[in-house]
């Protein structure tokens, strides 16, 4: 036992066990394995964190007298109220206590301490450096935020999630279901930081995001095994953006006489590309006094109205600058709204003229296969406009296959792989990059697009 405990620490030894949880055979040995095996907090460096004020950096040793640090790694809803999963990093913690939360600048009190046994809860009055427990009722916490002694603050390295990829829209089948499905909703994104919930303001379509299929069909699943609420839901939809080609400008002035004062804006544009995944610049190039200070703000609110719906298909518009270099106004018909309405008139027409395409997400995908299946996983991957990036053998006479694949090919591959090997092969994916979307898939899109704007009208 000790030999295997420096080879796993070592890195040298990889200890297996075999099981099964359906059955709950062999899970008490793998438990044990974790416990005697594997590093305990002494057996690691102490752990980096940075000072919440300075960002200087701090450590804090694994140990009870240090000052207490810990995680929330987790938040659950059940019965009884809000449940808030930490890790303790260093210090002690007990009922009753004060902490910040350094990550959002907030004080939580600790009222009541639990230690999950699975279903079962055992009460406790404090917990050590290395514990894991759940605080109930924490009104401010989440996922990845840092709790902290007050005297000694410290924000520990945050957790990071990726932007959603896909999106179904929802609506409940009976009004009875709409205050459920919010609450429902709002629970699971709680829980869940890569499952968003937002209204879309145009169609007042409920619209839920995740990082897949499977994880949409999983919370539709709790929906109706948990909650009882029956819903309809609509096709997933790929969450494509819209970027330009080229630098251009544009100066679409707004002017409009309705008796007594009018309205008049007019602002000149530049737009140009930015490298993909830098965003959105703004800035102002102005000289002169051509369009008094004051008129910026609503010309670059105009400018951030537009890039939430472009011009090709309403999708957002990522990685452009914007500069604003002239512009005229006038002393008594120019205001803030005019300016806005100037500066949205410009800014659609200079994404026409700078050449705006079509961007969809591409999937970092690894298929897991038996050698003989590997042609048709290989041949499929490819019809979904794949791109192969290598092959690794594993043991056992397996594949692994990596390649790059858009999101709007992905949907059912679960089915299409289990089929293809004989339910032998598996897959996963995540988000990877965005690219330009070819020509002739753009066109369909895009008639897509048009149709369902056309039923609308």
């Given amino acids: ?53 300075t960002l200087a950096t701090l450590t804090r040793e694994p140990i009870d007298s240090a000052p207490f640090s810990g995680l929330a790694f987790k938040i659950a809803t059940d019965k009884y109220g809000l449940l808030t999963f930490f890790r303790v990093y260093s210090g002690t913690l007990s009922t009753g206590q004060t902490v910040v939360n350094a990550t959002k600048g907030r004080k939580e009190r600790v009222g009541r301490m639990v230690r999950m046994h699975a279903n079962s809860r055992e009460d406790v009055e404090m ?8 605080i109930v009722g924490l009104k401010d916490t989440q996922t990845g935020d840092t709790l902290c002694d007050e005297k000694s603050p410290i924000l520990l390295e945050n957790i990071t999630f990726p932007d959603p990829v896909i999106s179904i829209a929802i609506e409940p089948k009976t009004k009875s ?34 990082m897949g299929e499977l994880q949409l069909d999983i919370k539709i699943d709790i929906l109706k095994r948990e909650y009882g609420i029956e819903a309809n839901y609509g096709a997933p939809q790929v969450a494509y953006r819209e970027s330009i080609h080229n630098t251009a400008t544009a100066r679409v002035p707004f002017k409009r006489q309705t008796g ?20 959105f610049v703004f800035e102002n ?22 890039l ?32 806005k309405v100037a500066a949205m008139q410009t800014m659609r ?13 591409i999937m970092a995908v690894e298929v897991v296969t038996p050698e003989n299946f590997m042609g048709d996983v290989i041949g499929d991957v490819n019809r979904r406009r794949g791109q192969m990036e290598g092959m690794e053998p594993g043991l056992g006479g397996v594949q692994t296959i990596k390649a790059q694949v858009p999101l709007s ?33 753009a066109e369909e899109l895009l008639a897509k697009v048009n149709s369902k704007q056309t039923v609308k009208a």
Avoid: W
């Fill in 1 to 53: 036992m000790v030999a295997i405990r420096k080879g796993t620490l070592a890195g040298s030894v990889v200890p297996v066990f075999c099981g099964s949880a359906y059955k709950n055979k062999g899970v008490q040995l793998l438990l044990d394995a974790v416990i005697d095996y594997l590093p305990s907090p002494v057996d690691v460096d102490d752990t980096v964190g940075k000072d919440p004020d």
């Fill in 127 to 134: 917990i050590c450096a290395g514990d894991i427990a759940a």
């Fill in 177 to 210: 279901d709409q205050d459920k499905l919010a609450t429902a909703l709002y629970k699971l994104s709680t829980e869940d930081p890569t499952f968003r919930v937002t209204t879309d303001h145009e169609t007042a379509q409920t619209i839920l995001s995740g």
């Fill in 260 to 279: 007594g004062s009018g309205q008049y804006g007019d602002c000149e544009l530049r737009l140009s590309p930015q490298e993909p995944g830098q965003g």
């Fill in 285 to 306: 190039k102005t000289v002169g006094g051509s369009i008094p200070k004051e008129y910026i703000p609503a010309i670059e609110k105009g400018v951030r109205e537009v």
């Fill in 308 to 339: 939430e719906s472009g011009v090709i298909a309403g999708y957002p518009v990522v990685d452009v600058k914007v500069a604003v270099m002239d512009g005229s106004f006038h002393q008594v018909d120019s205001s803030e709204i005019a300016f």
């Fill in 349 to 361: 027409e200079g994404l026409r003229k700078a050449g705006s395409y079509l961007k969809e997400p």
């Fill in 409 to 441: 090919e992905m949907f059912g591959y679960v089915n299409d792989l289990r089929s293809a090997t004989q339910g032998r092969a598996s897959f996963s994916m995540e988000p990877s990059h965005y690219e330009e979307v070819p020509r002739n898939v």
